[in-house]
């Protein structure tokens, strides 16, 4: 059986266990700092396996050691913007977590491929990439998969149709400037823009803009989990059954699209040992301008994390 550990035991991280564990895809190991949090969660998950079928391990526990040997590891360690806290607070306090969880990683699953949730994603990526010292393909940010689902669906509400039948990619840095792209957006084949005007499709790419935000309105206190459990779920059952599925996932570059030492949101096929292949597509003028300005954010994350973070350093 393949072994998927996964870091934070919080509303993401217990929420993608679930999703694992239902499909049976993998051993599981959950690791979380709050003492008992994942012990509690991994034994509740547990009591349900007679009426869900698991045929799989599910493991509680703040000791990294249990992690040996894993084949996927998902990132999801971190802690939420509390108030009074910037920007940078938590950008610093989430760079130490994750420098720690990466070292652990690098010593117990060196061949593992690592699935990065925490935020700010495609900057913590770039911890992540530096402190296990990784090959590049091994480290894959979680974004596109969840942005993309959210464009996909609203497009299925709007047209009465069934949400898998949507095909659609959303690329770019998991923020505000995320880059829908409406001309390789098709149901059932048929491209986008013949089943709805413009207006109409702007009006959907705001709407999976603020996805995220949309959600926080109403929980006020947490981000969004299921959304994103679920994608994560994806990216790891692409990887651990080698399916090569394509997808929008967050990668680092070295010249795809014209973009250089960043990770960002691309298509990718996810398989065995990670990044299997960036697809390059071609992108009108205006979606690469659009790519451009969101790559652009997330430079300024990595000038931001460079005005603190040196590799090897501090972790907690
Ligand atoms: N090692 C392991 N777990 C840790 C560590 C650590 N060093 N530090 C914090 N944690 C745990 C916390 O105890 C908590 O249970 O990480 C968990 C985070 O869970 P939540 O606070 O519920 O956050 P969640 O909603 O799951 O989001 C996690 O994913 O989507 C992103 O922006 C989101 O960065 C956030 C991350």
Request: net charge negative.
């Given at each position: ?32 700092v ?18 869900r079928?698991?045929?799989i ?57 690592v699935?990065?949730v ?25 974004a ?56 109409s ?16 309105k109403y ?13 994560v ?58 790519l ?16 603190f ?8």
């Open positions: 059986m393949k072994k998927v550990s996964v870091i934070g035991a919080g509303n993401v991280g217990a929420t993608t266990v679930y999703y694992i564990a239902e499909k049976n895809i993998a051993d599981i190991v959950m690791v979380d709050a003492e008992g949090l994942a012990q509690k969660k991994a034994l509740d998950f547990l009591h349900s396996a007679t009426l079928s698991y045929n391990s599910i493991t509680g526990t703040s000791d990294y050691r249990e992690i040996r040997d894993s084949d996927v590891v998902v990132v999801t360690a971190g802690v939420p913007r509390k108030p009074g806290m910037d920007r940078m607070d938590l950008l610093k306090i989430n760079v130490a977590i994750v420098t720690g969880a990466s070292r652990y990683i690098a010593e117990y699953c060196p061949d593992a491929v699935i990065v925490t935020n700010p994603l495609d900057v913590i990526a770039m911890v992540v990439l530096r402190e296990t010292g990784f090959a590049i393909k091994k480290v894959v940010g979680m596109g998969a969840l942005d993309s689902t959210r464009f996909r669906y609203f497009i299925a509400e709007k047209l009465g149709v069934w949400p898998g039948d949507v095909m659609a990619m959303v690329l770019g840095g998991h923020g505000d400037e995320m880059v829908p792209l409406k001309n390789y957006t098709s149901v059932g084949g048929i491209p986008l823009p013949q089943l709805l005007d413009d207006d499709i702007e009006g959907m790419i705001r709407r999976t803009r603020d996805g995220g935000g949309e959600i926080v929980l006020k206190t947490g981000s969004a989990f299921y959304a994103p459990g679920a994608s779920a994806k990216m790891v059952e692409s990887v651990i059954k080698d399916e090569k599925r394509l997808m929008a996932a967050s990668a680092y570059l070295r010249g795809e699209y014209g973009y250089h030492n960043i990770f960002l949101g691309v298509p990718a096929l996810l398989g065995k040992n990670g990044i299997e292949k960036i697809i390059n597509i071609e992108l009108a003028p205006e979606e690469k301008k659009a451009d300005a969101s790559a652009e954010a997330v430079r300024e994350g990595i000038r931001m994390l460079e005005s973070y040196v590799p090897g350093g501090e972790s907690q």
